[in-house]
């Protein structure tokens, strides 16, 4: 069992990572400001959900072959940034047509959810992280690594689950100052679109 100083280290560190500026906690606070803090909290769980696949992935060690093939490297964030640029569309037809409507329709909880999965699981560069990461956290002294390894990634999840949702509160609660406004709302979304826009010019140009 890993011991709890180590423990304590890694959420520290973990938090620390998950407050420094990064797609995952841009894409929280952009979708956020946009939609409110629910939309932000959902696109928190699926961006979870997608580090469970990381985490299962880095355990078993098949985040090795995105390591070893740059083959799968750039299928994988190439993937990612086309995502990303259709994100960045959606965002500026809403912008366009915000002032032909009263109230823009809200994206559901679901396809919320999925744009955090999505947006994780297509991100190879949050794989090599892991596999960076966390092993030096881990010991074949205290166990099974593949148990260190879950047990290390639930501690992660949950140090970015807690902070991502602050984020959501905080930019969901500058969002809500403006969302009644047609001008706000088009600037609101045109900000999306240029950060969705960045990640996917960042995520193409990612190198290993």
Do not use: C, W
């Amino acid at each position: 069992m890993i011991d709890s100083n180590v423990f304590l280290a890694f959420f520290t560190t973990s938090v620390i990572l998950a407050l420094s500026p990064g797609p995952d906690n841009l894409f929280v606070m952009a979708q956020s400001a946009q939609n409110g803090r629910t939309a932000g909290l959902f696109v928190t769980l699926g961006l979870a959900t997608g580090l469970i696949g990381h985490t299962v992935a880095v355990a078993f060690g098949l985040a090795a072959i995105v390591h070893s093939s740059a083959m799968a490297f750039t299928l994988l964030k190439f993937m990612g940034a086309a995502y990303l640029l259709y994100l960045a569309l959606q965002a500026l037809r809403a912008a366009a047509s915000t002032g032909q409507q009263e109230h823009v329709q809200p994206l559901s909880r679901g396809n919320l959810y999925r744009r955090g999965i999505v947006m994780n699981l297509t991100n190879p560069k949050v794989s090599l992280f892991f596999m960076a990461f966390l092993p030096q956290f881990a010991d074949p002294r205290h166990g099974s690594m593949m148990v260190q390894f879950f047990l290390l990634g639930a501690v992660f999840i949950i140090a970015t689950i807690l902070v991502f949702t602050i984020i959501s509160f905080l930019a969901g609660g500058f969002g809500d100052k403006f969302r009644n406004s047609s001008i706000a709302q088009k600037a609101v979304n045109r900000i999306a679109a240029t950060v969705f826009i960045g990640l996917a010019i960042k995520l193409a140009i990612s190198e290993r």
